[in-house]
């Protein structure tokens, strides 16, 4: 069901497997919708509805049991032909409010993105002579019904059953992270189109065509309403470890090595000013104590961060977390391409529109001159 929203319009699918249009009773009771994509905690949203009481026994949208727990709900915005996903997820909360007074009462429905689905039950599990990336895939088969496409990045460690053998002891979902930040990788669900998700388990995607750029004090063109930079010196960590040679059980020291967060977006990187050291590694063989190391590295914060909020009109796009935007008109210090770590959308129907965000990066100085618009 299709709103009119300043020239924005939005989508609500409801339904079970099989998510439909929104009936008309939704769409009309619906006062606010925040969806949050977040790279770090995963992607919820919350929406807020009016109740208007059916006959004396009950509110409507209580009883047809639409936005019911455990519902599938995709959300999506159209700044023109074609619908952008915010998320596609499920119903987990509920909270109703009576009002004080007649036609006050509100529902508030909260959900989380397709991945609680990976988290509903604890497995045991083992997985022997396999990498961890078809682990992965092997987890991942198992949810196609729900439109999960598995996009899984190969891993280097090839664990051999004599040496260790990989286990879950938990949710699928919280396998899949732990397995994700043992390479130094992400594990997320993006939505690609109204009913199908990407599963994607790999290094942060710092590849293909960036967003569109946020563009600040340039007059006419000016697409934010505000944005801030922090530069804290203490969020950058090294690794420093050893293992034992196999061989001559002697103590080898591992050599610097680098992030997978690549290509760098920064010309003027930060110094890792904390050392962490990786104990694990003492007991491990090289090639997983590499991954160990390079893990370790690639996992710490990124010392500069901006947040801000976009003029979404102006913008006329659906800022996206997990990949790439361009910044503009701030000078040579913060110009430049920068991760977008979270994004918040906050949809008023007929009304209202913003997408608060944060950006980051692993130091200051644009590499690039120019930022495309």
């Given at each position: 069901?299709l709103?009119n929203?300043?020239?924005i ?6 339904g ?6 929104a ?9 606010q ?26 509110y409507?949208?209580l ?5 019911d727990?455990m519902?599938?709900?995709i ?15 499920v ?6 409010n009576?009002g004080?007074q ?7 429905v ?10 509903l ?24 019904k729900?439109?999960i ?9 090839f ?26 990788f992400?594990?997320?669900l993006?939505?690609l ?5 990407q ?11 960036p967003?569109?750029?946020?563009s600040?004090?340039l007059?006419?063109?000016t697409?934010?309403?505000?944005i801030?930079?922090?530069?804290d ?13 196999p ?12 992030s997978?967060?690549?290509p ?26 590499a ?6 590295v ?35 210090t ?9 994004v918040?959308?906050t949809i008023?129907?007929r ?16 590499l ?6």
């Amino acid at each position: 069901m299709l709103n009119n929203l300043s020239g924005i319009r939005l989508l609500l699918l409801v339904g079970d497997s099989v998510p439909l249009p929104a009936s008309h009773e939704v769409t009309s009771a619906l006062q606010q919708v925040e969806i949050t994509n977040d790279s770090g905690q995963g992607d919820g949203f919350q929406m807020t509805f009016s109740l208007a009481r059916s006959g004396i026994v009950d509110y409507g949208l209580l009883q047809n049991g639409s936005v019911d727990p455990m519902k599938r709900m995709i959300i999506a915005v159209m700044f023109g032909g074609l619908p952008e996903v915010l998320i596609d997820g499920v119903v987990t909360h509920h909270q109703f409010n009576p009002g004080d007074q007649s036609g006050q009462a509100t529902l508030t429905v909260t959900g989380r993105d397709l991945s609680v689905l990976l988290d509903l039950e604890e497995k045991n599990a083992t997985f022997p002579n396999q990498p961890d990336f078809l682990i992965a895939s092997g987890v991942l088969a198992s949810y196609a019904k729900f439109g999960i496409v598995p996009l899984p990045t190969p891993t280097t460690d090839f664990p051999i059953m004599l040496d260790r053998i990989p286990r879950q002891q938990e949710t699928d979902l919280q396998f899949l992270h732990r397995l994700a930040r043992r390479n130094g990788f992400v594990f997320y669900l993006e939505p690609l189109t109204p009913g199908v998700s990407q599963a994607y388990f790999g290094p942060e995607n710092r590849l293909g065509l960036p967003q569109p750029a946020l563009s600040v004090n340039l007059g006419a063109t000016t697409n934010t309403k505000s944005i801030r930079f922090t530069n804290d010196a203490l969020a950058m960590v090294g690794s420093r470890g050893a293992f034992v040679e196999p061989f001559t059980k002697s103590s080898v020291p591992l050599p610097a090595l680098p992030s997978l967060k690549v290509p760098p977006l920064a010309a003027k990187p930060a110094t890792a000013n904390r050392i962490r050291l990786e104990r694990a590694t003492a007991n491990q063989g090289p090639a997983t104590a590499a991954t160990t190391a390079v893990a370790s590295v690639t996992n710490a914060v990124d010392p500069v961060t901006a947040e801000g909020e976009v003029d979404s009109l102006r913008y006329g796009h659906a800022l996206r977390a997990r990949k790439l935007v361009g910044v503009r008109g701030v000078g040579l210090t913060y110009d430049g391409f920068w991760y977008v770590r979270r994004v918040t959308h906050t949809i008023v129907p007929r009304g209202h529109y913003s997408q608060r965000f944060q950006l980051s990066r692993e130091g200051t100085m644009a590499l690039t001159p120019v930022v495309r618009p």
